[in-house]
């Protein structure tokens, strides 16, 4: 009778044991209130900055008003020339950033008709700019002048019209902007109405009417381009299409000629009105102080609100928080400044009407308190400012209906019009990361129009009449999640199959739906199979075992997470085995219908070790899955030029996601890395935030060392540069980037040399960071990508880890200053500077014993009050004789002496740090340089562990890690370099299960009696028994030989190959073979929850893999004599490098005793402060190679300060616009489905249990 897969298997075992799925480390409810926070503060910001802009700007025009009295009428070109400052500000900013972007990246000269037509508009809003607010706007009144720049979207409404008709779609915003234009003309014929008929033969004031129209009418030629670009993909014209393309080719130059004749321009009008406004420029030497301080404040304050003002809203946008954080915000800053020059008119007026008993009119008022009043500023300035912005309104007669209700009418019909040419911007669609150039037309803001610049010239699309347009999405993406496994334990091997698992139901495939995201699994177990004595074949080993029964129980979970005991489908479908040329495959279909495969290699068939296992997934995924599939099309009845157009965009939108076997992560994680390699193209590589976890105190100095290194190192090189490692734990690398030259094809080269071995196979990560650099790609750090990793919890572990990243670092740090010339040409975002900082960092880390004997040194001095130079002598020696007999004793022995050198040095370390205090509390001074160095150490790592609210608590760490100094900077040194010629993995190195090849063949065992077949079966029996009657994994193999040896079947063990060496040898080809039928029967008998179906590979397929092992992943046969002459190369390193390392420490040790011993006639005299920072009469006297050291390091941490606080408001921007983007974490709705389900009574979710070894030593 069939079986019903539709039900439970085991309707008895519905109860379930459950590991943590949901994100539990990310504090949600602590960023939401940040994310909240940041919009409200982003939102202040812009609102006030916008304020404070147009306010102070308009001071300015107010204060070159010729009847105003807070400056003199001689004084007046000086407020003139600080609007024309305000003016050219931005087009200054433009040309430097114009220059630069010229100067490293590539930039094309505009065709001769894109310059004319780019800078005749140019030339007219320039003109128009500087006509409207030097020439004209100084003779209007304050409310025109506050909403008359309102009116500069006139053009803009026009243009948005004729875009949208243009459109082959009828729009939902052609009424809105229609409106707009009607309202912003009626605006201008009530103004032209209110001004000419009051005296309709002044004509020196029907002139300045003119003027003001007619500039505003220039300016609003400023926005062409945000509409030129629908009008021209609509057109059928050939030459508009050419124009908008060569204008987007050549942007850079453009900036920079236009950027120049805006400054001329405005410079020309500036140096042509003054003189006819029969003003002398000499009297800008001779202003008072009191104006030059009122001036220079009001000029500062434009300058610098505007370009804030500028920042944030850019912020705002990329926040994901238009409508609250940008749009509002600036509709609201016209009205409040309105309010801000009115109110007090009002207010002032009020109080002189009330002291006459309200016998004065407007015009009295006017006459005798404004224009009436004393020229000098004896007090505060506000009420001058008053009164001078009521003298612009002395023209009318305030008193008068008609007169107010005109000039209220042209302001509301100028806001409203700007309002409506602007609400389109209320569903404009972004990308999650929105760059800066697709945001923003211009590259540019109009410091006297700043909340009118930035609205206008926010992108503009047309938009269709019965729905929001769609946005057009990016390329979709694929994703290869490749993980690399060896030795990793249950619960490691647990969290990276649940985080694959997370990510299939986050990101589900379904038939005949195109994604934005589809990815693959791929898991590559190094050394998977092994030898069992008396079988017939090979078989996979414990930890494969143990992977397959991970898959099985974590396929369970998910498959019925969410379903109840009466639900169908628990059970899980069947799964396939694959036999293939390096050993074999398991595809499972994951229940969300992605495909996760585990590759297990045998090392006998192909090279095994992380390097080669990263050289097998990328020529199997970029180069099997990707290229051959375009390379066989070629010539074949295809268009070629298309078909490598298509190829490229597939290598740019193809990524792989690097992963460790026990990397922790969450799909948002994914995403927010993904989010960068989308939206930057030159981005090859971008790395998260990698957390250690784990327990004890090695754990607690990693997370706090971690930290630092994020927090500081990685920003800077992110933000200065490029990151120069992205840690294969969690990386995502672009095809693009791999499969360019000199990277991929680079990355296969076998170690033939000694330095190889320490730089190949020993730092593979960095290394490849490296070949990409070299490129010309771009690396980078999202900090807002988290995953976790285990981290070493034993010291011997921890040393060995760091002996092979500390070395392998330097040498490709080394290997990158040496070809500074050739990576400062290709790659952009590297500069020479930026070497320069990498050849400091790396000095510094050589010099770092140096250092740490120098506060060795120190704390001598202060335990047993002795000469410093004997100190430092004393210092030196526990160094130098561990670095002597390190030569001479194993490593084990090393890293023993080490551990009990580290516990002395931790106590002399606590020793100083007091000290150091005690000294700034009993001297009451902080101006010594180790107080200096301890307190901004101090403040800046609070302040930056502050702004990493989340990772705040890993500031408690930060004690054990200043106490760790001495062992991770001096003794770790000794043990790396020592031991350079060890070029083992040194982690999660395991005993060997069974002989592996190479090694001595076993003794054939004696036949057995039949007692001793008898207690063999008795001890099968009682060991399920102890199990519970479960299915153990370490032994499932040896069951399966016993059940062979039970049926009689005799086994031949064939002979094993030689074991893999640093020898570089190949295998013949006739050595490539499959792997026997017994692994494939082991894993089969596993379990019946998961039957596992062998399946075949597809015969190219196994074809390509043939060749590729041929070409490139041949195992390395063992050469005694060449093993003996590379160690002696690799020997022969170590002594070098040692050397050279001891060299350096030694000069500084010795010139710092030369120094001490001359103490009294070189040093550097600074003065002694006490604790109020008040100068006590003393000097101290420091040591020149002290004070240099400190100042480096100093500098070093403050460079690396600023860069973090700049990465970090970049890195919540990101964040903001993941979170208002991308659908959150369902936990909160799961539980709230948990609470219903329950007050329902019907919470039946049963699932299998897990079917996990009670003995966990045994499995792991």
């Known amino acids: 009778m069939a079986e019903d897969r539709s039900l439970p298997k085991r309707p008895w075992d519905t109860c379930r044991e459950l590991p943590v799925i949901e994100d539990e480390q990310t504090p949600w409810k602590l960023i939401q209130i940040l994310k909240t926070f940041s919009f409200c503060l982003v939102a202040v910001f812009v609102f006030g900055l916008a304020l404070c802009s147009k306010t102070s700007f308009l001071l300015l025009i107010t204060l070159s008003n010729e009847g ?394 047309v938009q269709n009449n019965e729905r929001q347009k769609q946005f057009r999405s990016l390329d979709p993406v694929k994703l290869f999640l490749c993980a690399t496994m060896w030795h990793e334990t249950y619960d490691e091997m647990m969290n990276l199959i649940i985080s694959i698992f997370r990510l299939d139901k986050f990101s589900p495939r379904k038939e005949g739906e195109t994604s934005d995201i589809t990815f693959e699994s791929h898991i590559y177990f190094d050394d998977a199979f092994r030898n069992v004595p008396g079988s017939r074949g090979r078989y996979v080993n414990e930890f494969a075992e143990t992977l397959v029964e991970i898959i099985r129980e974590v396929y369970s979970i998910f498959m019925n997470i969410d379903k109840g005991l009466f639900r169908k489908q628990q059970q899980i479908p069947d799964q396939k085995l694959v036999r293939t040329p390096y050993g074999g495959r398991v595809v499972v279909t994951m229940p969300h219908g992605n495909i996760l495969v585990v590759h297990f290699k045998d090392k006998e068939l192909i090279r095994n070790k992380k390097r080669w296992s990263q050289v097998m997934y990328m020529y199997y995924l970029l180069g099997w899955k990707v290229a051959a599939k375009y390379c066989k099309k070629l010539g074949k009845r295809e268009n070629d030029a298309k078909l490598k157009r298509e190829f490229e965009k597939e290598k740019n ?238 490593s084990d022995t090393q890293i023993y002496i080490a551990a009990v050198m580290s516990i002395l040095y931790g106590f002399i370390m606590m020793i100083i740090v007091l000290y150091i205090i005690g000294t700034m509390v009993r001297d009451q001074t902080i101006m010594t340089p180790s107080s200096l160095l301890v307190i901004i150490l101090a403040m800046m790592y609070l302040i930056t562990a502050i702004l990493h609210p989340q990772e705040f608590g890993l500031v408690v760490h930060g004690l054990l890690y200043v106490l760790c100094i001495p062992s ?72 399966l030989i016993d059940n062979q040896e039970y049926m009689n079947v005799e086994s031949s063990e064939p002979q094993p190959p030689p074991q893999n060496t640093i020898v570089n040898e190949s295998r013949t080809e006739n050595e490539q073979r499959l792997v026997p039928l017994g692994w494939v029967t082991q894993l089969q008998s596993l379990s019946d929850d998961m039957r596992l179906q062998e399946d075949t590979l597809d015969k190219d397929e196994e074809q390509f893999f043939r060749d590729l092992i041929v070409k490139y992943l041949e195992p390395l046969l063992e050469n005694k004599e060449k093993q003996k002459i590379m160690s002696g190369k690799l020997r022969s390193l170590r002594n070098k490098v040692t050397f050279f390392y001891s060299l350096c420490n030694a000069f500084w040790l010795v010139a710092t005793f030369t120094l001490q011993t001359m103490a009294t006639s070189i040093y550097i005299q600074l003065p002694k402060v006490d604790m109020n920072l008040n100068f006590t009469g003393e000097y101290l006297q420091i040591n020149p190679m002290s004070f240099m050291f400190t100042l480096t390091f100093a500098s070093l941490f403050l460079v690396q300060f600023i860069a973090m606080l700049y990465h970090r408001i970049y890195t919540l921007i990101h964040f903001a616009a993941f979170l208002n983007t991308e659908s959150m974490s369902e936990k909160q709705n799961h539980h709230e489905v948990e609470d219903d389900e329950a007050d329902n009574g019907d919470i039946l979710i049963f699932s299998n249990v897990f079917d996990r070894s009670q003995d966990q030593e045994t499995l792991l």
């Open 653 to 890: 939108n193809t990524y792989l996601l690097a992963l460790d076997g026990d990397t922790d992560f969450q799909p948002a994680a994914v995403m927010l890395l993904v989010d960068r390699l989308k939206v930057y193209p030159r981005v090859g590589a971008a790395c998260g935030r990698i957390h250690p976890t784990g327990s004890g105190p090695m754990v607690w100095y990693q997370k706090f060392e971690y930290a630092v290194s994020h927090w500081l190192q990685k920003t800077a090189e992110h933000v200065f540069g490029c990151v120069l490692c992205s840690p294969g734990s969690f990386s995502l690398y672009r095809a693009a980037a791999l499969m360019d030259d000199n990277v991929m094809k680079t990355f296969t080269i076998k170690s033939t040399k000694a330095h190889h071995y320490i730089q190949y196979d020993q730092g593979e990560d960095r290394w490849l960071c490296t070949l990409m650099l070299k490129q010309g790609w771009r690396v980078e750090f999202n900090a807002a990508s988290d995953a976790y990793t285990k981290a070493p919890q034993e010291f011997k572990e921890f040393y060995n880890q760091r002996r092979r990243w500390g070395p392998s670092s330097m040498v490709s740090i080394a290997d990158l200053l040496g070809s500074v010339t050739e990576i400062t040409s290709r790659n952009p975002s590297m500069s020479k500077l930026f070497m320069l900082y990498q050849l400091i960092c790396l000095a510094s880390s050589i010099l770092a014993p140096s250092a740490v004997v120098l506060m060795i040194a120190g704390g001598f001095t202060v335990m047993f009050n002795i000469d410093p130079n004997a100190a430092l002598v004393l210092s030196v020696i526990p160094p130098a004789v561990c670095l002597g007999i390190s030569f001479k004793i194993k």
């Open 968 to 1039: 991770a900077q001096l003794l770790l040194s000794i043990y790396s370099m020592v031991n350079m010629n060890n070029v083992s993995w040194g982690t999660r190195e395991t005993a060997p299960a069974s002989p592996g090849p190479g090694a001595a063949k076993p003794a054939a065992a004696a036949p057995q009696s039949t007692a001793q077949k008898a207690k063999s079966t008795f001890r099968r029996f009682f060991s399920n028994a102890k199990c519970g009657q479960r299915f153990c994994r370490r032994g499932s193999a040896e069951k």
């Open 68 to 461: 105003t009295k807070t400056l003199l009428a001689e004084q007046k070109p000086v407020a003139l020339l600080c609007i024309g400052c305000s003016l050219i500000a931005s087009s200054v900013l433009l040309l430097l950033k114009s220059i630069w972007k010229a100067c490293y990246k590539s930039s094309k000269l505009p065709a001769k008709k894109t310059l004319s037509m780019v800078l005749f508009l140019d030339f007219l809003v320039s003109l128009g700019a500087a006509i409207l607010t030097i020439v004209a706007m100084p003779h209007l009144d304050i409310v025109t002048n506050v909403t008359i720049l309102n009116g500069v979207a006139l053009l803009s409404a026009l243009l948005q019209v004729i875009a949208q008709c243009t459109a082959k779609e009828r729009n939902r915003f052609i009424g809105p902007s229609i409106a707009a234009f009607v309202l912003i003309v009626l605006g201008y014929v009530l103004f032209l109405t209110l001004y000419i008929k009051k005296n309709p033969t002044d004509m020196k004031m029907a002139m300045w009417v003119g003027l003001a129209v007619g500039g505003s009418f220039l300016v609003s030629f400023n926005w062409w381009e945000n509409y030129f670009r629908h009008i021209s993909e609509n057109s059928s014209s050939a030459f508009l299409k050419e124009l908008c393309i060569d204008m987007r080719r050549s942007q850079n130059i453009l900036h920079i000629l236009s950027s120049l004749l805006r400054i001329m321009v405005t410079a020309c009008v500036l140096g042509a009105y003054v003189p006819l406004s029969k003003m002398h420029w000499d009297i800008v030497t001779t202003i008072p102080s009191f104006e030059t301080r009122v001036i220079v404040i009001t000029v500062g304050v434009q300058l610098i609100s505007s370009a804030l003002c500028h920042w944030f809203a850019l912020a705002a946008c990329k926040m994901h928080a238009l409508r609250q954080c940008f749009i509002l915000p600036l509709y609201l800053a016209s009205l409040a400044v309105m309010a801000l020059f009115v109110i007090p008119v009002i207010v002032y007026y009020q109080d002189y009407r009330i002291s006459l008993n309200g016998a004065a009119n407007f015009t009295h008022y006017c006459n005798v308190a404004v224009d009436g009043r004393n020229q000098s500023l004896t007090g505060s300035v506000f009420p001058q400012l008053v009164l001078d912005v009521t003298h612009t309104l002395c023209l009318f007669d305030m008193s008068n209906v008609a007169d107010i209700g005109i000039l209220t009418g042209s302001s509301v019909s100028w806001w409203l019009g700007l309002v409506l040419a602007t609400i389109h911007l209320w569903y404009l669609s972004l990308y999650r990361i929105q760059r800066t150039q697709d945001l923003l037309t211009r590259r540019l803001y109009e410091g006297g129009f700043i909340e009118q610049s930035l609205l206008l010239n926010t992108r503009f699309d």
